[in-house]
């Protein structure tokens, strides 16, 4: 098993990876549209997903997957009304892809997050 990590205080003060990756699969967490390098979040959910969608090809990167190994994806949007602006974001990085899906209306834990997005890949 592997543990991957984007250095993120999050992951060390509340006890978690990155992704973890085990055999054929990994499970990356659920990611927020934070800059990871300079810790600030756009304004913007379109904004926000490309920098999820940044961090999470990275991570895969890392793992040995790339983001055409996804099969699973769950969006957690803070806003219905915000859908609307977020679909072309997701059209694009995952348009070709087109894993299964869920999308779950609900607060994140702080403020300024609108999305969250967390994927499985699986490469066998």
């Known amino acids: 098993m592997k543990h991957i990590s984007t250095g993120s205080p999050f992951e060390a003060t509340m006890g978690y990876s990155r992704a973890v990756v085990k055999g054929g699969w990994c499970f990356v967490s659920g990611v927020t549209g934070y800059d990871y390098a300079t ?29 055409g190994d996804i099969v699973r994806v769950q969006y957690t949007v803070t806003d219905v009304d915000l859908v609307k602006d977020l679909v072309p974001v997701l059209g694009a990085a995952l348009g070709q892809i087109r894993p299964a899906a869920t999308m779950v209306i609900a607060g994140l834990i702080e403020p300024e997050m609108k999305v969250e997005i967390e994927v499985t890949a699986f490469k066998g």
């Open 39 to 67: 810790m600030t979040m756009p304004e913007s959910i379109a904004d926000q997903a490309r920098n999820c969608f940044a961090t999470i090809a990275g991570v895969l990167g890392q793992g040995g997957f790339d983001m």
